[in-house]
């Protein structure tokens, strides 16, 4: 019950975040001869952002789990401020 009331207490102090990170997808050759990257995005509902480069990236989610990403390539990301 404590761990509970504490979690609400410290939610009205403590921003939310919801970040998009646009991993590369496959490589599609079109037609004409061109070629077309898709991207697939990922989720994360985190407390904490940290953006160390436009490579690496450490979250700390809303459950506690820190998540740190790094990539070979820059990725494109999306920070959204939920509260």
Same mark, same amino acid.
């Given at each position: 019950?404590?761990?509970?009331?504490?979690?609400?207490?410290?939610?009205?102090?403590?921003? /939310?975040?919801?970040?998009?990170?646009?991993?590369?997808?496959?490589?599609? /050759?079109?037609?004409?001869?061109?070629?077309?990257?898709?991207?697939?995005?990922?989720?994360?509902?985190?407390?904490?952002?940290?953006?160390?480069?436009?490579?690496?990236?450490?979250l700390c989610k809303v459950?506690?789990?820190?998540?740190?990403?790094?990539?070979? /390539?820059?990725?494109g990301f999306d920070v959204?401020?939920?509260?």
């Amino acid at each position: 019950m404590w761990k509970r009331l504490w979690n609400w207490f410290t939610g009205l102090f403590i921003d /939310e975040f919801m970040v998009t990170i646009y991993f590369p997808g496959e490589i599609i /050759e079109l037609p004409d001869g061109k070629k077309k990257q898709t991207y697939n995005p990922k989720e994360f509902h985190c407390k904490r952002v940290k953006i160390l480069s436009e490579t690496e990236f450490r979250l700390c989610k809303v459950d506690g789990q820190v998540v740190q990403i790094k990539t070979v /390539e820059p990725v494109g990301f999306d920070v959204t401020k939920i509260r």
